[in-house]
Each structure stands twice: as structure tokens, then as C-alpha cells.
């Protein structure tokens, strides 16, 4: 079993920041891809950054500039710090990961989501 876990949403005025945690845990030998999504309500989930395991970034034109994605190999561990929040910001966020449980075997995993609203 391979779980992820966020943490660190909440409510935050426009223009504040907040910084998100994804922590993996279970039977993992290596974690390839990480990535953080958001869904606003009534909305599509979106791909907002990724992360590879050598910490090649990418991110949506939405945030770029804005929010910073990092991980912490050692500790299996993603972070999101968002910072200029604007209300359309305002979404449930997923950390994904592609984890290796034994040698050739992938899974994707997702977490249950986290919160953050950025209120205006």
C-alpha cells in the first residue's frame, strides 16, 4: 500500500501565500513524477506543476511565477508554496506521484486533497 497525504491548505486574504505539503508513505522504492493539481468548484482538475525525480520543473501559465514546487527525496516529501494567491486560486489541491514500489512496477497515486481558499 502507497499513500499521499496534503496538508497546509486553509483561508488566506488575496495576495497572502500558503505553503502545501505531500507526504508519501508505504512501500516505496523510488518516486518518479510529482505533481500538484487544482479543482475549482464545477471545474475540471488541472495540472498546475511538476516535479521530476532530478527536480526538472514545469508549470501551468496560471502560476507560473507565482508558485514554486520542491521535493524532498530523502524525506518523500513535495511541497507547493503559493504565494500573490488570487481568488480564482480557490480550489482543492491533489499532490500525484508516480511511485515505484518494486523494480519495474508503477503506480500512480493520488491524495485525498486539500483546501485553499483566497478570499478577496
Known amino acids: 500500500q502507497v499513500q499521499l497525504v496534503e496538508s497546509g491548505g486553509g483561508l488566506v486574504q488575496a495576495g497572502g501565500s500558503l505553503r502545501l505539503s505531500c507526504a508519501a508513505s508505504?512501500?516505496?522504492?523510488?518516486?518518479?513524477?510529482m505533481a500538484w493539481y487544482s479543482q475549482a468548484p464545477g471545474k475540471q482538475r488541472e495540472l498546475d506543476a511538476t516535479?521530476?525525480?532530478?527536480?526538472?520543473?514545469n508549470y501551468a501559465d496560471s502560476v507560473k511565477g507565482r508558485f514554486t514546487i520542491s521535493r524532498d527525496n530523502a524525506k518523500n516529501m513535495a511541497y507547493l508554496q503559493m504565494n500573490s494567491l488570487k481568488p480564482e486560486d480557490t480550489a482543492v489541491y491533489y499532490c500525484n506521484a508516480v511511485i515505484v514500489t518494486t523494480p519495474g512496477r508503477y503506480l500512480a497515486v493520488w491524495g485525498q486533497g486539500t483546501l485553499v481558499t483566497a478570499s478577496s
Open positions: 516535479i521530476t525525480s532530478g527536480s526538472t520543473t
Open positions: 508505504g512501500s516505496i522504492f523510488r518516486i518518479k513524477r
